[in-house]
């Protein structure tokens, strides 16, 4: 079994969706970034490329490259879900947590976990997601910027 964190922070900016996880949430701000700025599932491809030995986003999907501007991190999962599979590897499980003080992102959740389980074909049982405040502390606790977390578990052939 393989094991890897991510970890990413995307500033909040008016003018822009906010996507997390491949779902539009109404919100007046959005996430700065070169892609979607999708936090969320930037942080789950990270945990995957870890876990694989692989490196980062940055090094697969690079933020200078015009081919990746605007682009769904939603599309580019389904790039690292293929590259697992090249190199046989497994998804067993993947827990993330999204740090943002508003809005309030539980009623989304589902479509999240929804969205990351079908990109990985995998069920949704094996994708746990979890939204958290930091209580006024800090860039997010004071809205200017949501951050996430994700671990990512990995299994090799002898391990299926």
């Not at 969320?40 to 999907?61: C, E, K, N, S, Y």
């Not at 995998?122 to 800090?138: M, Q, S, Y």
């Not at 910027?145 to 990995?154: D, E, K, R, S, W």
């Amino acid at each position: 079994m393989r094991i890897g964190h991510g970890y990413d922070v995307h500033r909040l900016v008016e003018g822009r969706p906010l996507v997390l996880g491949g779902v539009t949430v109404p919100w007046k701000l959005g996430l700065l970034g070169h892609s979607d700025a999708d936090v969320l599932t930037h942080a789950v491809m990270d945990a995957l490329l870890g876990a694989a030995g692989l490196g980062d986003i940055g090094r697969h999907f690079p933020d200078h490259d015009p081919a990746y501007r605007g682009i769904s991190s939603i599309t580019l999962l389904r790039q690292v879900a293929a590259l697992l599979r090249e190199r046989q590897l497994a998804v067993g499980n993947v827990d993330a947590t999204i740090v943002a003080q508003q809005p309030k992102l539980a009623p989304y959740l589902t479509g999240m976990r929804r969205n990351l389980a079908v990109c990985l074909g995998v069920a949704e049982d094996r994708i746990n997601l979890k939204a958290t405040t930091e209580e006024g502390l800090g860039f997010t606790g004071i809205g200017q910027g949501m951050a996430a977390h994700a671990v990512a578990l990995l299994k090799e052939p002898e391990d299926m």
